[in-house]
């Protein structure tokens, strides 16, 4: 708080710009040629007292208003170097403006004017919440001789890890003397401004975001502070005769002014025999003490209850709750249709045409009395002649002591077919608006039942400053909001949604995102239709979290669907994944699985690039395990070859890929979540959804006994069950490079179909057919075609032969003899495709099975 304090400065107390008048020390000093009757001010001296209750900061302002250097003040007892509380002056005496002390002695401070405990009762831990006051002392003057300092103090306890207890704010008081009397409103409080000193440039930053931190502050206002105290060197207090600060206490001139005015009233008593109401007023002053410090306890409790969480829902309710009912009896939480909805931050003033989302209402009414005539969720714009309006266009609280019958009637009016006014008539109002970033967000409406105190002034500010820290507690969340909607979003668009079937398999999948570092990241999976009924099946992991990791993940991911669909095997495709991760950027790292299932032959091929393991349930006796796969490189690193293992697989049999979000434990070895993957893995299922709910609970299960808490990192599950194709559902035939096969294999299709109960489609597969093996014949070279009929969820027909060149979809003219087959195909296929094979191409469609 007192960067940059410690540079050289001027040996004297007060401002560059301090005089000293002909009358001696204690003239009027002011920065900037401004007196203190209009706003001053005066440099701070700062100091911090540890636990032990030692000095541990000394700033150049402490130095120069006690007289002590700061090697010397720098671990010393801090009750031996301040102005701790001693004999209170005699309130009868004449002591002029600020009074006279008589002579104190340097290590016997004379309290002064002190509101509440002295200063050391918060050295010694006696108080845990903020104090003022005031006290006289004698320090060396630069000629040499003596001068008495009267001090004004601020003790603000520290909370935190360090060793930080209490920090001291100390000014002199006579920079604040006026020169002329002054009237009980001419100075209302004095209190310190915390503006912060640096020295680096950015001045103008700086000063734009202190009113987001003091909500009650503008930005003109911010500038000229820290301008100030980059020019001076020094923190600076500010005081007012016009804003009042609702957390600090009274004290100070005003204080002096009221005790002269109460000394006049009392002699005029006197002089009339009346009584004299002195003991009256020092009760009073003690009282208006204990109500400054209860509002102040009222503010500190009201801020540890709200902003709990981010959660916009959540922290609607802690804010109406936290009023009711210790300062309002009825609390309505209006706010603008943007916020609600988690969207970007609202623009504009509002107007008439705004709507305003009823979002909560507390009470200490009978339950049930509001619900029906102000329902929660409600949504309605105001008028321009409501204080409601008044209060969401100009940003300030409105105060109404008593709802009349007329305005009662005006609100009510905008109620349909809703009698309101029972509720509000005669109660006391206060509205306060939500702000953030000078934006009105929303607007609370207080009431109090008419048998309890009006709202009053002091009401209004306590509100506002309710209100301030509830709307930047209320921007926190709804930013949240509306960056995990935006991630969410994301995360969502570059996930795949997976059929739950494929040629011979079932899938299911889950995605589980983070609870560290916002809700995205970069785990994904994904299924792959490639030729001859087979499914590629594919778990990522891009390394990171936050939005760069989820671009990356997308990046990743239509790039494997790209190469999957080349049908390179599954070593060449994390090979060329790699090549492509190194072009994009040497940041890009990932983990990738790519597996290949083959149902017609019962294999599976993988591939594995620093991923974990996958998990591998046999259908005939329940055993699950660990594939041992050779681990490779991950994506990005470069250089490193790939390996696939071939492996048999039965029908029914289970293979399980997820990334290591869901294994990994913080302090565990990672064999432990691993054990816990194959052992939940293993139990059995009424359905695919149900295996994996049964896999991520009993996952969470084991986070929990290691004592783990909630889950940090996002999880990507894929489980698929591999049923495979019947022999009986697969038909192949050979065809020789001769035209006259063509007639052959249209009988043996329209054969094949009659025998599986098929013939519907006889007609249309003949057609489609003849074409394809009639292209295969004119464009094969050497090896005879071959033609293949899968009968699965659709039936499925490929013709293959030696020819590399892959068929184009061409406009066909009317005199034009080719490209007429290829658009049969296209019109009658449910699907088509080509794609290169080992020996040559594949062309292939498939067609819907009839219902049966």
Known sequence: MDRGTERDAPPRRGTASETTSEAGRGAPRSVGGEGPADAGRVPLAVVVVDREGLVSHWSAGARRL??????????????????????????????????????????????????????????????????????????????????????????????????????????????????????????????????????????????????????????????????QVLELGYPVMEFSQNDRVPVTPDWGVARRVERRARRERAARAAAEGLPIPGDEAEEGEDLEYVAVRERLEFLNEVSGKIGTSLDLSRTIVEVSRAVVPRFTDVAGTYLREQVVAGEGFPDGVPDTTTLWHRVALEHTDEPGRWDDVVPVGEAMPFPAHTPFFQCMTTGEPVLVPRISEQMGHAIASQFEKRDIRPLITGRSMLVVPLKARDVVLGFMILLRHPERALFN??????????????????????????????????????????????????????????????????????????????????????????????????????????????????????????DLAQRLGDTYLATCLYAVYDPIAGELQLANAGHIPPVLVRAADGRSELLDLPTGAPIGVGGVPFEAVRLRVEPGDRLVMCTDGLVEMRGEDIGVGLAALCESAAHPAASMDDACDTIVRALAAAFSRAGQGDRKDDVALLMARLGGIEPGDVAERRLALDPAEVPRARAAVREQLHGWGLGSLADTAELMVSELVTNAVRHSRRRPVALRLVRGDT?????????????NLLSAGPGDEAGRGLRVVSALAREWGASRTADGKSVWFELTLPHR
């Open 66 to 227: 006690f007289g002590v250097a700061k090697d010397e003040a720098i671990g010393q007892p801090a009750i031996d170097l301040l102005p701790v509380s001693g004999a209170l002056p005699d309130p009868d005496d004449d002591l002029g403006d600020f009074g006279d002390f008589g002579e104190h002695s340097y290590d016997g401070y004379g309290a002064y004017d002190g509101l509440g405990p002295g200063l050391d009762s918060s050295l010694d831990r006696g108080l845990g919440y903020p104090a003022a006051g005031r006290a006289r002392l004698t320090v060396p003057a630069p000629d040499g001789g003596h001068e008495r300092v009267d001090v004004l103090w601020w003790a603000y306890p520290l909370v935190g890890p360090g060793t930080e207890r209490l920090l001291v704010l100390a000014a002199d008081a006579t920079a604040l003397r006026p020169e002329e009397p002054a009237t009980p409103s001419a100075v209302e409080r004095v209190a310190p401004g915390f503006a912060l000193h640096t020295d680096f440039p950015g001045a103008e930053e700086l000063a734009r975001g202190l009113p987001e931190i003091l909500p009650s502050m503008s930005v003109g206002e911010s500038a000229r502070i820290v301008a």
């Open 457 to 578: 002034d002091m009401d209004r500010v306590t509100g506002a400053e309710l209100a301030a820290r509830a709307g930047l507690v209320l921007d926190n969340a709804r930013m949240y909001t509306h960056q995990e909607s935006v991630a969410e979003t994301l995360q969502d668009s570059m996930l795949p949604h997976i059929p739950p079937r494929r040629a011979g398999c079932d899938l299911a999948t889950r995605y589980l995102p983070g609870t560290l570092l916002g809700r995205v990241g970069g785990d994904w999976f994904d299924s792959v239709k490639l030729p001859g009924a087979r499914t590629a099946l594919v778990v990522g992991d891009v390394m990171g979290h936050g939005l760069n990791s989820a671009a990356m993940m997308g990046q990743l991911r239509t790039a494997v669907q790209t190469l999957a669909a080349l049908d390179l095997p599954p070593a060449q495709l994390l090979r060329a994944l790699d």
């Open 795 to 807: 039936l499925l027909c490929e013709v293959e032969d030696d020819d590399h060149e892959l068929p």
